[in-house]
């Protein structure tokens, strides 16, 4: 199946940074990339959906000036999370689908700790 | 709106021995079905999917799937199970729409399976 890969996986940071987390489709062209938040023992739950060339749609509740979704190109996604603080930590999961493919890749995860 | 409901948190099993999870969703139109897998700190791994056509849906590692309209189920199955398939199990669902945003999917809450050797 077609690959998607994030990077890094595994992100330490300090309180007020900001972190970037890039997902990317290693062998399709993504027209959509979604993003999912995972708390510890929990489902994921979508962030925001984003489709190349455009803005990301945001699901309610999700801070769009806190978490800065980029969807430049067909092959990466990049999502910002802007002045990180503790409760931001969590585990960050992109996935990902082409035109016709009817069918979500998903990346490896992040996991972002924020100290 | 969908909803998918995953009524095992944890489901504990023997090596060897069969196992079912369990997946109830709820939507006003058509849906298609998928469970993942989930090994720690790793993401999310297609197990099978329904889309249409027959109901009994086979996947990798030998799991299979039944979809069943009436019930509104999609229980997850595995007639033996191994060490290895210890992990977190994710059903969901995806509205049978065209147009952004179609590809999006709700998780249930997910099962963790343990097998014990």
């Known amino acids: 199946g077609a690959v998607v890969s994030q990077h890094p996986s595994w992100v330490i940071c300090k309180s007020g940074t900001s972190v970037k987390i890039e997902c990317r489709s290693l062998?399709?062209?993504?027209?959509?990339m979604f993003w999912y938040r995972q708390f510890p023992k929990q489902s994921l739950m979508l962030m925001a959906t984003?489709?190349?060339?455009?803005?990301?749609?945001?699901e309610q509740g999700v801070e769009k000036d806190k978490f800065l979704i980029n969807h430049a190109s067909l092959t990466l996604s990049t999502l910002t999370v802007t002045s990180a603080h503790p409760e931001d930590s969590s585990f960050y999961i992109c996935?990902?689908?082409?035109?016709?493919?009817?069918?979500?890749?998903f990346g490896e995860g992040s996991r972002l700790t924020v100290l | 709106a969908q909803s998918v409901t995953q009524l095992d948190s944890q489901v504990p099993v023997f090596e060897e021995a069969p196992v079912e999870l369990r997946c109830n969703y709820s939507?006003?139109?058509?849906?298609?079905l998928f469970w993942y897998v989930q090994y720690p700190n790793q993401g999310l791994q297609l197990l099978l999917k329904?889309?249409?056509?027959?109901?009994l849906v086979k996947g990798i590692n030998g799991f299979e799937a039944e979809f069943n309209k009436s019930q509104t189920s999609f229980h997850l199955r595995k007639p033996s199970v191994h060490i290895s398939d210890t992990a977190e199990y994710f059903c969901?669902?995806?509205?049978?729409?065209?147009?952004?945003?179609?590809?999006?999917?709700?998780f249930g809450k997910g099962t963790k399976l343990s097998v014990i050797p």
């Open positions: 939507s006003s139109v058509s849906v298609y």
């Open positions: 329904y889309l249409s056509g027959s109901t």
């Open positions: 996935s990902a689908t082409g035109s016709g493919t009817g069918e979500l890749f």
């Open positions: 984003s489709n190349e060339g455009s803005k990301a749609t945001y």
């Open positions: 062998d399709f062209q993504a027209t959509t």
């Open positions: 969901a669902v995806r509205l049978l729409y065209s147009g952004a945003g179609s590809y999006q999917l709700t």
